[in-house]
């Protein structure tokens, strides 16, 4: 069985290392240093790791993230490459449920600041198992979008959203429509069929991730 996540993990370390600790990522004012201390924040210190979701918690997770961010960059990318085997998040049944888009989304933010990146080519098994995030993503995202939207990914699937009324379609590969339903849309290749200020709105939307 094909552990795309494993993949994602170890490209997306092998860039850090490449591109360097004060790289730009596409995650506002976030060097590759801070990217990486997040993700470290995520899998191996679960007494802050809910802050990154809870606002009551945030400050407490953002000064471990600082304090981790201050190590040197090789050691915290070895500690993104090699999460430790208790971690809940990356052991051998949870990670490519849970790590695939995360280290997907991240290895894009990397790719996509630097200078002449272009999309990559995906092996079909990756795309379809993105695919899936997808159709739960745009039902999250989109439920209350005033109109009708279909997403959709040639080869893989559509599902259709939103609460009725004007049709909208936006159409790309599935690792493209993740990127655009988690906040991605200035970097994500996507087509959309709508009018202007539709297609304006979807690509302004605060969706987050």
Not at 21 to 47: C, F, M, S, Y
Not at 60 to 80: G, H, I, Q, T
Not at 96 to 114: S, T
Request: aromatic share 8%.
């Amino acid at each position: 069985m094909a552990r795309f996540a494993q993949m994602e993990r170890h490209a997306l370390a092998d860039l850090f290392l490449a591109v360097g600790p004060d790289a730009p990522t596409v995650n506002d004012g976030w060097t590759t240093r801070d990217l990486a201390a997040h993700l470290v924040v995520r899998e191996q210190r679960p007494d802050a790791a809910a802050g990154i979701w809870l606002p009551v918690l945030r400050g407490y997770s953002e000064r471990v993230r600082l304090e981790l961010a201050a190590r040197p960059f090789p050691d915290l990318v070895r500690m993104v490459r090699q999460p430790p085997a208790w971690s809940p998040l990356s052991n051998r049944i949870t990670d490519e449920v849970v790590n695939l888009m995360e280290f997907f989304i991240h290895h894009e933010d990397v790719r996509r600041a630097q200078p002449d990146w272009q999309p990559r080519d995906l092996p079909p098994g990756e795309q379809a198992a993105l695919w899936k995030r997808v159709s739960a993503l745009a039902k999250l995202r989109l439920r209350r979008f005033p109109g009708t939207v279909t997403v959709v990914a040639d080869g893989y699937g559509d599902v259709a959203t939103g609460t009725g009324g004007d049709r909208v379609s936006i159409s790309a590969p599935p690792g493209e429509l993740v990127l655009f339903l988690t906040g991605r849309q200035r970097v994500a290749r996507v087509q959309m069929d709508c009018t202007a200020a539709v297609e304006e709105r979807l690509r302004n939307a605060r969706f987050g991730f």
